[in-house]
C-alpha cells in the first residue's frame, strides 16, 4: 500500500532570475508503507530537494506530495502535523544540537507535541536504544560526544516523536564502516519494530543493497531508475551511463562467473555471495 506519493513535482531554484536553476523535474514516485526505499545519485541531482519537500519543508512549484492519499499543502495551516509525521535527518544532523543534555535533546520534539513528561521520558528512553545512545550518555552535554555519538543522538531526536515516515539525508556520511553499520542497523531495526516506513540517501551502494527494499534512482532532477534491487542493479549499464556502479561485491561476482564460477547473477551482497561461493568451495554456508 502506497504511503507517500509525489505527482508531477516540479522545482526551480532562483525563478525568474538569472540564477534559475531546476532541480526537480516531472518527479513520480510511489514509496510503500512499511519498507526501507534507497535514494541513489550523485551530489545536486535533487535528492536533498526531494526529502525537503516530503515533510512540507520545501513547497513545489507544482504537482503534489500525497500522505495517505492527500495533499499535504491542501491546508498549509496543518502542515506542522505533517512534520509530526514525516520524520526528517538532514546530512549532518549533529550540527542542529544545541541543548545542554543529550536526554534534552532528544526530548525537544515529544516536549513540542504537548506529551506528558512520563510519555516524553519513555520516548527518549526508546529512541536512545534503537539510535545506538547509550544510557551512561543521557546527562552528558551533546557538545561532549564523538562525531558518530553526536550523529546517533540527532537521529534518536527525530525518532523520539515516533514518525509513521522516517527520512534520512546520508546517515552515515563520514563515518567509518563501523559507525555505519551501526547507524544502518538501528534503522533496520526501528523500522521492524515500530513498523515505520523509512526513506534514506545514500552513496554507498553496499549500504543500499543490503538494507533497503526499494531504490530510486536520480540523475540531473529526473528519476531515473526506480525497482527493487534486481531491478535496478540488474541494469549495470545504465548506472554507469550516468557514472553510479553496482555494488563491489556484485563486480566480483561477475568476474567469478567470467571465470567459470556458476554464480547467480542477482548477488548484491557479502552475506549473499558467501552462501553462494562457500557451497562450491566444499564450505557450509550455515556454519
Same mark, same amino acid.
Given at each position: ?115 506528558? $513528561?512520563? +510519555? %516524553?521520558?519513555? =520516548? ?5 536504544? !534503537?539510535?545506538?545512545? &547509550? *544510557? ?83 540523475? $540531473?532532477? +529526473? %528519476?531515473?531508475? =526506480? ?5 535496478? !542493479?540488474?541494469?549495470? &549499464? *545504465? ?49
Amino acid at each position: 500500500m502506497t504511503i507517500l506519493e509525489l505527482s508531477d513535482v516540479c522545482y526551480t531554484y532562483d525563478s525568474g532570475t538569472p540564477m534559475a536553476h531546476e532541480a526537480l523535474s516531472h518527479i513520480n514516485l510511489k514509496i510503500e508503507k512499511g519498507s526501507m526505499t534507497g535514494l541513489i545519485g550523485h551530489t545536486g541531482c535533487g535528492k536533498s530537494t526531494l526529502l525537503r519537500m516530503l515533510n512540507g519543508l520545501t513547497k513545489p512549484d507544482s504537482g503534489k506530495i500525497l500522505l495517505d492519499g492527500h495533499d499535504i499543502w491542501e491546508d498549509p495551516k496543518q502542515i506542522s502535523a505533517v512534520r509530526f509525521r514525516v520524520g526528517l535527518v538532514m546530512q549532518y544532523p549533529e550540527y542542529q544540537l544545541f541543548d545542554e543534555t543529550v536526554r534534552a535533546d532528544i526530548a525537544y520534539g515529544p516536549r513540542n507535541m504537548g506529551l506528558d $513528561d512520563a +510519555e %516524553i521520558a519513555a =520516548r527518549v528512553a526508546e529512541a536512545a536504544s !534503537f539510535a545506538g545512545v &547509550d *544510557a551512561s550518555l543521557l546527562d552528558k552535554s551533546p557538545f561532549e560526544l564523538s562525531g558518530g555519538q553526536k550523529r546517533r543522538v540527532a537521529i534518536a531526536g527525530v525518532m523520539a516523536m515516533r514518525p509513521e515516515i522516517l527520512v534520512l539525508d546520508e546517515p552515515a556520511a563520514g563515518l567509518d564502516p563501523r559507525g555505519r553499520e551501526d547507524i544502518f542497523e538501528g534503522l533496520a531495526r526501528y523500522r521492524a519494530e515500530s513498523g515505520a516506513t523509512v526513506i534514506v540517501v545514500s552513496h554507498s551502494m553496499e549500504d543500499m543493497a543490503r538494507y533497503c527494499d526499494y531504490l530510486a534512482v536520480m540523475n $540531473d532532477g +529526473e %528519476i531515473f531508475l =526506480r525497482g527493487t534491487q534486481r531491478e535496478v !542493479f540488474g541494469k549495470s &549499464d *545504465a548506472l554507469q551511463s550516468i557514472g553510479l556502479d553496482v555494488p563491489d561485491i556484485t563486480r566480483l561476482c561477475a568476474l567469478l562467473r567470467e571465470g567459470g564460477m556458476p554464480l547467480p547473477d542477482d548477488i548484491y551482497t557479502v552475506e549473499a555471495a558467501t552462501a553462494a561461493i562457500l557451497p562450491l568451495l566444499g564450505g557450509d554456508a550455515d556454519a
